[in-house]
């Protein structure tokens, strides 16, 4: 069993920074390919950015790229989403998402088949 708890959220200008965290409990967090999802209100969920076990591999959806930063740390059992230059459209409940990954480069952007997700944290992007 693994849980997760986001934290890091909240009110921010547009054009500003929030870097949100997800620790992950238990020792088997680096057998897992963790990823953001995000749900505006009115809206599906939708993939944000996923990291690889090993943490060398990434991927971030269009929406997002060249402004978010996925990491991890293997040894805080945690994983990391730096988000610079917030636009009210990122305005969302920002979920992590845990899947038992095959390989070291494995990671996912759909939400169908995580293992695990955590509660979200509320980001808000003021105009």
């Known amino acids: 069993q693994v849980q997760l708890v986001e934290s890091g959220g909240g009110l921010v200008q547009a054009g500003g920074s929030l870097r949100l965290s997800c620790e992950a409990s238990?020792?088997?967090?680096?057998?897992?390919?963790m990823a953001w999802f995000r749900q505006a209100p009115g809206k599906e969920r939708e993939f944000v950015a996923s990291v690889s076990r090993s943490g060398g591999w990434w991927y971030y959806a269009d929406s997002v790229k060249g402004r978010f930063t996925v990491s991890r740390d293997n040894a805080k059992n945690t994983v990391y989403l730096q988000m610079n230059s917030l636009r009210p459209e990122d305005t969302a409940v920002y979920y992590c998402?845990?899947?038992?990954?095959?390989?070291?480069?494995?990671?996912?952007?759909?939400?169908?088949?995580?293992?695990?997700w955590g509660k979200g944290t509320l980001v808000t992007v003021s105009s």
């Open positions: 998402a845990a899947r038992l990954a095959p390989s070291e480069s494995y990671y996912y952007t759909d939400s169908g088949g995580v293992h695990y």
């Open positions: 238990g020792r088997t967090f680096r057998n897992y390919a």
